[in-house]
């Protein structure tokens, strides 16, 4: 009997409950779209922010200070200071490396940096040997592509980018190309006082990056290392990663790693903290320290965790809105049927079974449009996706028991306060008509 | 006519009063696509700005150098070109002087600064202890501290010589150890005063670091500005900071337009569909009046007269608790309270009076197209 009328109603009343589906169906693909974006936004505007460009400096141990030493100083390198920084320094060939740490995956950009000191002419600067876009295979099979030239995207080049294999090939500062009187195409020698080297290069571009960098030549690795007479080494690394927002946690490892308990520890390098990132670069890299750099680091956390919490604030509140919306409608149907439920009683039909019929005739319409709406919300997501960040957003399989447990929680409450204003009804009442 | 009116009237308010829960149904559901409505259109209008204020985080957007073949400028200057920028923009304005000193036969670079604005235009830097407060304290950077086994409490002494050559000497105080994981972490920073006190030297600075709310044009607008204001300094805009802002902040802008957009036109047909139902079970209702005589005109009057009603007062309701919902989500997020767009509050009510109507009249129109004697018999 109850099915029965369970069929009937499904199939008589096709009008009013597609209603309910449909307003469910608006709700969770509002929900899915939204919760969907939610969980994925942090990723994304993780990718975005690379766009501020390293936020690890992998510097040999010991190294630091002698640079600005050096820096400061600017007088010969004699013989003595030479063979003092022969240590101070990482191998070239054993940079793919930081590739391979636990959190790889998370490891989007790295490029080296050597630094010479040179003269053009009568004027004295720094030619800057890098990696522009090297591709690397790793011993595990993984094809690798790095460089400068994604790490520094604000970087505005006029002429050609930068080649690794074009050794007579260099990038201009603007500043200094304009003091020179330089510009794309033109010769000039630079010299290596301190070791007696000289090379013709060609001006494959000049850049403008709006920073110390515009008073320096770039140049390719092998360029930097014959002038300096230092193969195969390089002076630091810049390393950009995804991270997580730091915490408690995080901040106490930083400080010291083997204060954590083994546990703790065990979480800690198992999330990518910035500080776990740059304790595993340390691993794979013996006798370098990575310091990560805070403008970059800190303030990404910062945005980052700002985002994230808008969003799931704006989550919730739509979702809120959603399942008031949707069970007001709901409200509004049950309520349409006294008519109905008064003959229904009339005929001996108890309370208890009114109910049923009522609420499982609800929660399958519900249902039925919920599953329509949680692909409409995909498609909602993926507009998001594509609109915003140009790609996909991710679907997480949590979201659908999420939303599932949404379109009951809502229906069921929503029809209550009706079902029970109908049961209170006197069904002599309700027939005569008002 | 005016005997019609009345009777309109009387019909709505009979209506009103004796439907009441199914109107206090109605009445929610407008309410919650106000609220939505007023809400998300206030956060999308406030959210970039408020993210551009987080995005200072990053420090400086805009350097002060001097112009032309100078190596340093004067206080003064870099006052006049500040004066050009908008003040309630300025998150802060740091001066820098660098000076090679020795302490210890080992040569320094020493920075000197206005501590207050440094907190703001670097607010990344990481401190262990205080930042000094007083006369000859000094901030040493992380690898200083590392080298020279210095920490905060201990005393340093600095050893130079001025512009004529004399040399000078000054004990100062540790209060602090800065750690950046960038050049600074090699610094040792004094106030801008002890410097020129310890040189005899005052009055010009090397550089000057700004950190002002504004992106993309509008910053190359400023720094136009500074440039035709006077000639003594030349703005530059870091790039790396600038550049990268305005990718993210426009992503950021776009999700949240993409969002608001998507919740309103969902919320706005969840509205529509309430109302539809609502009126739809008054089918009866039409019938019986049309049988009686009633004219379509007039029906669809009395209706609309009661959506509009509904859409206002709803209308208001919702503004009232949008309002709520935009400073909730600001100062949960931003610790801010948000600013809020007047006008849009009769917007919003119009906005919800039309919804509401046309979502009345559908129904109504449907109703009215069919005989009264097939609505009076059910279906």
């Known amino acids: ?434 | 006519m005016t005997k019609n009116n009345a009777f309109i009237l009387r019909l709505l308010f009979s209506s009103v009063v004796r439907r009441r829960s199914r109107l206090l149904v109605a009445l929610t559901g407008i309410a919650i696509g106000a609220t939505v409505l007023l809400g998300m259109i206030t956060l999308s209008y406030d959210i970039p700005r408020q993210m551009s204020r987080e995005f200072r985080s990053y420090g400086a957007n805009m350097v002060f150098i001097a112009a032309g073949r100078e190596s340093s400028m004067s206080k003064a200057d870099i006052a006049r070109a500040a004066a050009l920028l908008p003040a309630d923009k300025l998150v802060g304005l740091a001066p820098f002087r660098y000076l090679t000193v020795r302490s210890n036969l080992q040569p320094y670079t020493a920075a000197g600064t206005d501590f207050a604005q440094v907190q703001k235009t670097r607010p990344y830097w990481r401190v262990t202890g205080a930042w000094p407060e007083r006369d000859g304290e000094v901030l040493i950077g992380a690898d200083v501290a590392e080298s020279a086994l210095l920490s905060p409490g201990r005393t340093l002494t600095l050893e130079g010589r001025d512009k004529e050559q004399s040399r000078y000497e000054k004990e100062v105080s540790i209060t602090g150890v800065v750690r950046t994981g960038g050049v600074e972490d090699g610094f040792i920073f004094m106030s801008l005063s002890d410097m020129e006190a310890m040189t005899g030297e005052s009055g010009h600075v090397d550089a000057a670091e700004i950190s002002i709310m504004a992106g993309g044009q509008e910053l190359k607008d400023l720094s136009a500005a500074i440039r035709a204001g006077q000639d003594r300094i030349e703005p530059r805009l870091v790039k790396r900071v600038t550049r990268s802002e305005e990718t993210v902040l426009k992503k950021l802008e776009t999700l949240v337009y993409l969002v608001t957009a998507i919740v309103l036109g969902l919320t706005m047909i969840c509205v529509a569909t309430t109302m539809m139902t609502v009126v739809m079970e008054r089918r009866r209702e039409i019938g019986l009046k049309k049988a009686i005589g009633a004219e379509n005109r007039s029906i669809a009057r009395e209706f609309l007269g009661e959506g509009l009603i509904l859409g206002v007062l709803g209308g208001f309701l919702g503004s009232a608790c949008g309002l709520a919902f935009a400073q909730l989500i600001s100062s949960e997020v931003f610790n801010r309270s948000i600013a809020i767009e007047f006008y849009l509050i009769p917007l919003t009510v119009i906005v919800s009076a039309v919804v509401t109507v046309i979502a009345c009249l559908i129904p109504v129109r449907r109703a009215m197209d069919i005989e009264p004697a097939l609505v009076l018999r059910g279906e």
């Open chain 1, 1 to 434: 009997m109850f099915w029965k009328m369970l069929k009937g109603a499904l199939f008589r009343r096709k009008g009013k409950l597609l209603m309910i589906a449909f307003a469910v169906g608006l709700g969770v693909s509002l929900a899915t779209a939204m919760l969907n974006v939610m969980f994925d936004v942090g990723d994304k505007v993780n990718q975005e922010l690379k766009t501020y460009g390293a936020n690890l400096n992998v510097v040999p141990r010991g190294a630091s200070l002698m640079d600005e030493l050096y820096r400061v100083e600017g007088d010969e390198s004699d013989e003595a200071a030479a063979s003092q920084r022969a240590g101070e320094y990482i191998a070239e060939a054993d940079l793919h490396k930081i590739k391979m740490i636990f959190w790889a995956y998370n490891i989007v950009d790295f490029a080296p940096y050597l630094e010479t000191r040179i003269r053009i002419g009568d004027l004295e600067t720094s030619l800057i040997g890098t990696w522009f876009d090297r591709h690397l295979t790793l011993p595990t099979g993984d094809e690798v592509d790095t460089g400068m030239t994604r790490l520094k995207t604000w970087w505005d080049i006029e002429g050609r980018p930068g080649d690794d294999d074009d050794l007579r090939g260099v990038l201009v500062g603007a500043a200094l190309a304009a003091r020179l009187g330089l510009k794309v195409g033109d010769r000039f020698e630079v010299e290596a006082p301190g070791e007696a080297q000289s090379a013709i290069v060609t001006i494959r571009g000049v850049f403008h990056s709006g920073g110390e960098e515009d008073e320096q030549i770039f140049g390719a690795m092998k360029l930097s290392q014959d002038l300096s007479n230092r193969a195969g080494l390089v002076q630091r690394v810049e390393v950009s990663a995804l991270t997580t927002p730091e915490n408690d946690l995080a901040r106490r490892a930083a400080q010291d790693p083997g204060s954590l308990s083994r546990m703790e520890w065990d979480t800690w390098y198992c999330t990518a903290y910035i500080s776990s990132i740059a304790y595993q670069i340390e691993e794979v890299l013996p006798g370098t320290r990575v310091k990560p750099i805070l403008q970059v680091a800190e303030s990404e956390g910062a945005i980052l965790a700002k985002t994230q919490l808008l969003m799931l604030l704006l989550t919730v509140l739509a979702m809120a809105c959603s399942a008031l919306a949707i069970s007001n409608l709901v409200t509004a149907n049950v309520m349409e049927r006294s008519a109905e439920i008064g003959l229904l009683k009339a005929l001996g039909a108890t309370n208890g079974a009114i109910s049923l019929l009522l609420l499982t005739e609800t929660l399958i319409t519900a249902f039925l449009g919920g599953a329509c709406g949680y692909f409409v919300g995909l498609v909602f997501a993926q507009i998001i996706g594509h609109g915003v960040f140009g790609s996909a957003v991710a679907v997480k399989g949590l979201v659908v028991p999420l939303t599932a447990l949404l379109v009951f929680v809502v229906t069921v409450l929503g029809s209550l306060p009706a079902i029970r204003m109908l049961l209170m009804l006197r069904p002599t009442e309700v027939l005569h008509g008002k």
